[in-house]
């Protein structure tokens, strides 16, 4: 069994050696620029793990956890164009080095390049894989137009802000594990157990960056606190406090969400203030410890030797072990 720490390097070892020399240049440069700017590279270690929990031949499926890697990197493109960031990993975005079109195009080119890469693996399962990377693909399309109604929208409820982030966030991280064990011909049962642990998995992580983007430490948590408040981001925390607040409380917190001159500080102090006082830290906390609860139940179904499954729950367990 490969730990995850020897999965990475694998990975990145891997990306590292990659070089297009095709041409035009200018359509290739940008996918390198994005693809050696780093990450945790989690989708596609969560897939060599879970094919690891049956087969030590990692390696043999490289080019599909590759390819869910760039077909990551491709959404993250997109999203810094959409959001007009300036900034990735602190270095410029596509759109910043080079320009708008350069961004859309070569995007287009790394969501090709996604496909051609995870078909690169010759295999008689390969209907199966293709089939739950198209799910996801087209999920995660669907949970960033979601995410951009939501912007324009003063009713969304609790269950649908959990099937934007399903979509968005959650989908690739079931999809990698789920890839991973049908590339390994595991059973049926295992797969979507492991595909349920990734998606609970997934949701608790991104209920944990919104109460981060709350009550979080700055210096741990890697940027600014409070920029969900600030942009009256339709978050978990936001829609159940204008479901709790009452009164004045949720009056003054409507208001809050209405102003368009504002001070920053005091904006995220007042709103802060009103998530105090409906509780909304503890409730938050209460979710994300029952989608993570459920995701260890899932992973607790799949029939392979306990041993096994160490390097996962480790995984999880540290991906969910943030700091406040």
Not at 30 to 51: D, E
Request: proline share 2%; aromatic share 8%; net charge negative.
């Amino acid at each position: 069994m490969f730990t995850n720490k020897q999965l990475q390097e694998k990975v990145n070892a891997y990306i590292n050696n990659i070089v297009y020399n095709a041409q035009p240049e200018k359509l290739y440069s940008p996918i390198q620029y994005v693809l050696s700017l780093g990450g945790k590279r989690i989708r596609p270690v969560l897939m060599l793990m879970a094919y690891n929990l049956y087969k030590e031949d990692v390696d043999n499926i490289m080019p599909c956890a590759i390819g869910l890697e760039t077909y990551h990197n491709f959404t993250l493109l997109h999203d810094d164009l959409m959001d007009c960031a300036d900034m990735r990993r602190g270095m410029p975005t596509v759109h910043k080095k080079w320009d708008d079109n350069t961004a859309i195009l070569s995007g287009d080119a790394m969501l090709i390049l996604a496909y051609k890469l995870m078909c690169e693996h010759k295999s008689e399962y390969m209907h199966k894989v293709l089939d739950t990377f198209t799910e996801a693909t087209l999920g995660v399309c669907e949970g960033q137009q979601y995410d951009m109604d939501f912007e324009c929208r003063a009713d969304v409820t609790e269950y649908e802000y959990m099937e934007m982030i399903r979509l968005k966030t959650s989908l690739l991280l079931a999809c990698a594990l789920k890839i991973g064990a049908q590339l390994a011909n595991a059973k049926e049962e295992d797969a979507e157990n492991l595909y349920t642990f990734g998606e609970k998995m997934g949701l608790a992580f991104q209920l944990q960056d919104d109460l981060l983007d709350v009550y979080g430490n700055p210096e741990v948590f890697g940027k600014k606190i409070g920029g969900d408040i600030l942009c009256n981001k339709k978050t978990f925390m936001l829609i159940n406090a204008m479901n709790m607040a009452e009164g004045k409380t949720k009056e003054e917190l409507e208001n809050w969400i209405l102003q368009k001159n504002y001070n920053p500080e005091e904006k995220i102090a007042a709103v802060t203030a009103i998530y105090n006082t409906v509780g909304i830290k503890s409730v938050c906390e209460a979710k994300i410890k029952q989608l993570f609860t459920e995701a260890i139940e899932s992973l607790d179904k799949v029939e392979v030797e306990e041993c096994k499954k160490r390097e996962l729950r480790d995984f999880a367990n540290n991906l969910m072990g943030r700091e406040l």
